[in-house]
């Protein structure tokens, strides 16, 4: 994650642990309320410069991007270090999010760009070939004979 970027002070753990529980809805309660005019709301106070109320949206998207991402990566620690840098790309984007699709779509979209650019450097990092393991093994003492 980038240190120049100020993202507001509290990290995405904390925020999960203090207000999911207490934000928690059933399906009734979130099907009543249209969840565009709250997320624009939020949005509109982030871009003038509130940032508990890019809190709020971390806490509220947290679950969903998580679930997202580690289907992409299936490692908990890759997952937890990409929702920061989705977080903290979107903090800093925030005042170019122009509304024309809901605040989820917009970052929804950052989450599966940034996750595939991760896949892609991952995969060309931890290229190994079997025969440079089979050549290890052959010069390491402890496996000869």
Do not use: C
């Not at 565009?36 to 969903?64: C, H, I, M, N, W």
């Amino acid at each position: 994650m980038n240190p120049a970027v100020a993202l507001p002070a509290r990290r995405i753990s904390d925020l999960l642990s203090s207000g999911l529980s207490a934000r928690a809805k059933s399906k009734r309660d979130t099907m009543e309320k249209p969840k565009t005019d709250e997320d624009q709301q939020l949005v509109a106070r982030t871009q003038a410069g509130d940032a508990s109320a890019f809190d709020q949206l971390v806490v509220k998207y947290t679950p969903r991007l998580y679930g997202l991402v580690y289907n992409m990566t299936s490692n908990h620690e890759d997952t937890n270090d990409l929702l920061q840098d989705i977080f903290s790309k979107a903090y800093k984007a925030i005042r170019g999010f122009r509304g024309k699709s809901s605040f989820y779509t917009w970052i929804h979209s950052i989450a599966v760009n940034m996750t595939l650019n991760f896949l892609k450097k991952r995969g060309r990092r931890f290229h190994l070939s079997l025969d440079d393991v089979d050549a290890s093994i052959k010069t390491t003492k402890s496996f000869s004979n």
